[in-house]
């Protein structure tokens, strides 16, 4: 009978078993991740196993019941049992009626099981195999594979998701489990009766969620894998941390006291709420070790999802795994695991989550697979699932790759340790993203301090009145014999006295400072005082990689028109070493980076090409759309390399993707490029949680550059404005005090190709990484006046805060412009046909942040005889610079500025192109009147 198969024993899979799940195929470009391929991506899954001609006819003589089988397979999720609570209505399912495929099971007929179903026995009637299938596939566990992309990999899903299901685990493992659940327990209950008040979102409820962690933490470091990169949201944080991560309970205690969770040399950081402490540590499970890190996280619920994701991307690079790899047998996952744990209700409605799923597969974005753990509390914050999405389950939108989904009831640890082995095993073999809803319920309200009664009365009544699922899962193992309930006393006894211990010690507890890998070995917090480095290269050495830069194959066909105005036009830039435009400049000063050794990756939507077409950094064979990236071939033994990668339609994922990047290596210049400027406020999210605010909540330093394209050109409101005003309002740079490099991050607006050079460089040369934004250029890109010599980048020279006026007689100015960015072509040429040239200077301020006011003081020394200093710009009078820097040079420099630029409205630009022509006029008039 196959019923007999639902309690056969069967030890949980064995480490020889997991060394053969390994990738059948693997990714690969024309020049691996550094070069460009444009057909989709999709991983070829092949079949281990071939199918003998005795199971193929045996299946064809029984094409009802291998189609019933398959229903079950595809359907069961919808009427298994996988709510805790009990309280969802099974939903109809026709599909699992026999008699929707002709058969009865009023038949006394016996079926050859051969190739339809993976047991023991080779034959079983209907209502037997009816009563398996029901057992594995709607009862407390399910799973959904009909979205699986081929039958290779259902078929292998299915077969070892029931094996799996038919196993026992051992009277140890039950043990172990059953201590680690009342140890989760105790210390909610701990932290409960000594902080009363305090917010700490606790895991009561969902505490299963801890065998599933307790079995991938050791699966994954039996599975020779080395790195587990982890996100989560608050909700059961503090228990996974203490419980399974060696947080110190202690530091958690202070915290909740309190007290500050770093040390008292770190005074420059705020620190970040209890339930988003995080950190890194090494766990050892007998002779196998991980390194598990964990990334801090923001409020803002999946935000955290892209920067784990980066950040396991970037680990990987360091490894050299994967596309990353020489090794023709090295697979992206093979050393570094991404986990991702989100709450039902964010991740079924975050726009986030979608954007993340349109990375998982994507060249340059590619993880191995993640495994994603869905702590499904069927209510968010005060919304009930059916008032929170409009699917059935929270995990559907994993549909839209056609990702493996498993169901489980949170009430059954047991199944949840198995669903959790089965995710590692199926992430580990086909490397794709697994789904693991947790269906379980939230004790407490939204916080410990919260009446969830006013709007859920039935479910909460339901919750009031129901055994914990510890001392659930404990009362059925003791009763059967099958653990020793003394033991588990004695764990407990033993636990609260070390609590005890850790709440005297609190106070006096000494945080330690936060562990980072040895690639920041050396690097220090920034100064308080503006430095300025030598980001200066030899001139042959920049002519050299420039020639590099636009040197293809010989059987490479390029676009005519790029042969004479970008080949041979940058060939001729280089040796006359005037004329520099903006995009070699970049070509110059990324490759004199490479060949330095730092590796550059540039993302953003059509980066490769170029928004503007003027970067051409990855150039496409017009006859058979392969792509090249000249600056990977500088020289034979090239070690570093440029990663140029044309994201898809997102910002907040791509984002907060190569922010996670950023933080994991200071030896990676990392550059997003918002199409348009103003695009990055689809990653709002990331810029204020993360890339504004990450080093003094959490001393993550990040070099990210953001380039954001910026100048009103007519273009409307949505194509004009960066929104400078919004980043310098978030800096925090000091109006009655001089600023130095340890701002928060930094906000420049070159106006020349040098300038961006020397920028580019500065991120990577200097011993501290800091966060920059670039209001960089559209018309400059072109714009003969906007062009740099070699001389200027030439060994000796560096980036200038301020750029002086060297084109008049100091004494003789009596009006002297401040300004910033393009708006200076525009000046500079309004002064000559004004024929103001004698009385007028124009002075750059090219860095907003840090300001630099020592730089503007000594300009503004060279005009004793200036009466009338203005600021003028082109954005409108609440947006720009003009709202940051006045208070500035007035407060910093004495110099009280006159405003001139556009007036006061809500949107940055019109769309009328006459009425954009009249501003243009009457900020000149204003600035020169």
Not at 138 to 151: F, K, Q, Y
Not at 376 to 399: E, M, V, W, Y
Not at 572 to 599: C, H, P, R
Not at 633 to 640: G, Y
Request: hydrophobic content about 35%; proline content about 5%.
């Amino acid at each position: 009978m196959l019923t007999r198969l639902i309690g056969r024993s069967s030890t949980l899979v064995s480490r020889s078993w997991l060394s053969r799940c390994v990738v059948v195929a693997r990714y690969h470009e024309d020049h691996g991740v550094y070069g460009y391929k444009p057909t989709a991506w999709k991983q070829n899954h092949i079949s281990e196993d071939t199918v003998s001609p005795d199971a193929q006819r045996n299946c064809a003589n029984n094409a009802p019941l291998v189609r019933l089988v398959e229903a079950y397979r595809y359907h069961g999720h919808k009427k298994a049992k996988v709510d805790a609570l009990d309280m969802q209505k099974p939903k109809p399912t026709p599909e699992l009626d026999p008699a929707h495929y002709g058969l009865s099971t009023s038949d006394d007929m016996t079926f050859d099981l051969t190739g339809i179903l993976n047991v023991e026995e080779t034959s079983a009637s209907l209502t037997d195999i009816i009563q398996y299938m029901e057992r594995m596939y709607c009862g407390r566990t399910s799973v959904e594979l009909m979205n699986l992309p081929t039958i290779a990999e259902r078929e292998w899903c299915a077969h070892r998701y029931e094996e799996l299901h038919r196993s026992v685990l051992s009277n140890e493992a039950k043990t172990e489990l059953a201590v680690l659940l009342a140890k989760a327990q105790a210390l909610e209950n701990f932290m409960a009766v000594k902080f009363t008040t305090v917010k700490r979102y606790g895991g009561e409820g969902a505490e299963s969620m801890m065998g599933f962690f307790q079995q991938l933490l050791r699966q994954a470091a039996q599975s020779d894998l080395e790195q587990m990169v982890l996100c989560m949201p608050h909700r059961g944080r503090l228990i996974l941390q203490v419980g399974l991560l060696q947080l110190p309970a202690s530091l958690v205690f202070r915290k909740m006291s309190g007290l500050p969770e770093y040390p008292a040399s770190s005074k420059d950081c705020t620190g970040d709420i209890l339930t988003h402490l995080y950190q890194s540590v090494d766990l050892e499970y007998d002779d196998d070790k991980l390194h598990f890190t964990m990334i801090p996280n923001p409020s803002h619920l999946e935000a955290n999802l892209p920067v784990c994701m980066g950040k396991s991307r970037s680990r990987q690079q360091s490894l050299h795994e994967g596309d990353y790899s020489q090794d023709e047998g090295s697979s992206v996952g093979d050393r570094v695991l991404c986990v991702h744990v989100h709450g039902d209700a964010a991740y079924a409605a975050q726009g986030m989550a979608n954007e993340m799923q349109v990375l998982a597969e994507l060249p340059h974005y590619n993880v191995g697979g993640a495994i994603h753990l869905v702590v499904n509390n069927q209510l968010g914050f005060t919304t009930p699932a059916n008032r929170g999405r409009s699917c059935t389950h929270c995990t559907d939108i994993a549909k839209l790759n056609g990702n493996l989904v498993l169901h489980v009831n949170g009430d059954y640890p047991e199944e949840v340790v198995k669903a959790s082995q089965f995710a590692l095993e199926y992430q580990q073999k086909f490397r794709r993203d697994v789904f693991v809803d947790l269906q379980c319920f939230r004790r407490l309200g939204h916080n410990e301090v919260d009446d969830p009664s006013f709007t859920q009365p039935a479910m909460y009544n339901i919750i009031r009145n129901r055994t914990s699922v510890p001392d659930l899962y404990l009362k059925e193992v003791t009763e059967a014999g099958e653990v020793d309930k003394s033991e588990i006393d004695a764990a407990l006894a033993k636990n609260q006295e070390e609590m005890s211990q850790c709440l005297k010690a609190a106070k006096t507890y000494e945080p330690q400072p936060t562990t980072l890998s040895k690639q920041w070995s050396g690097f220090v917090e920034a100064p308080a005082h503006i430095t300025s480095w030598d980001t200066g290269v030899d001139v042959e050495l920049l002519r050299f990689v420039a020639a590099k830069s636009v040197e293809l194959p010989e059987d490479f066909t390029p676009h005519n028109h790029l042969i004479k105005t970008f080949l041979e036009a940058r060939r001729k830039k280089v040796m006359e070493g005037a004329a520099i435009d903006w995009a070699t400049a970049e070509a110059m000063a990324f490759g004199s980076l490479l060949y330095q050794g730092f590796n550059v990756r540039l993302s953003g939507q059509d980066v490769g090409r170029g928004t503007f077409s003027h970067r051409h950094a990855m150039l496409v064979d017009q006859t058979t759309d392969s792509a090249y990236v000249p600056l990977n071939h500088i020289t034979p033994d090239q070690k570093a390399f440029l990663e140029v990668v044309n994201s898809p339609l997102s910002e907040e994922a791509t984002l907060g993707f190569e922010y996670g990047m950023s933080i994991e290596s200071p030896n990676n210049l990392i550059i997003w490029e918002a199409q348009f400027g103003d695009f990055f406020n689809g990653a709002q999210t990331i810029v204020d949680t993360y890339v504004t605010a990450g080093e003094v909540k959490w001393r993550l330093q990040s070099g990210l550059v953001m380039l954001l394209p910026h100048g009103f050109d007519g273009a409307g409101p949505e194509h004009s404005s960066s929104h400078l005003e919004r980043f310098l309002l978030q800096t925090d740079s000091k109006e009655d005090a001089i600023d130095g490099d340890n701002v928060n991050f930094m906000v420049v607006h070159p106006t020349t190709p040098a300038q961006y050079f020397h920028l580019l460089r500065r991120q990577m040369v200097r011993n501290f990484r800091k966060p920059l934004i670039v209001a960089s250029p559209k018309i400059l890109l072109r714009l003969p006046e906007a062009v740099s010599s070699l001389a200027e980048v030439a060994p000796g020279t560096s980036f200038v805060p301020v750029i002086g006026d060297t084109t008049t007689n100091p004494k003789q100015v009596e009006r002297v412009i401040f300004c910033s960015g393009k708006h200076y072509y525009a000046l500079r040429k309004q002064r000559e046909q004004r024929q103001a040239k004698d009385n007028t200077a124009i002075i750059r301020v090219e860095a907003l942040c840090p300001f630099p006011a020592e730089e503007v003081q000594r300009e503004l020394d060279k005009y004793p005889n200036a009466k009338e200093f203005i600021w003028s710009q082109e954005e409108h009078r609440n947006m720009g610079a003009w709202t940051f820097v006045a208070p500035r040079f007035e407060n910093l420099a004495g110099c009280k500025l006159r405003y001139a630029g556009r007036r006061v409205l809500g949107t940055p630009a019109v769309g009328v192109a006459t009425l954009h022509q009249e501003e243009v006029k009457q900020i000149m008039e204003d600035t020169f009147r």
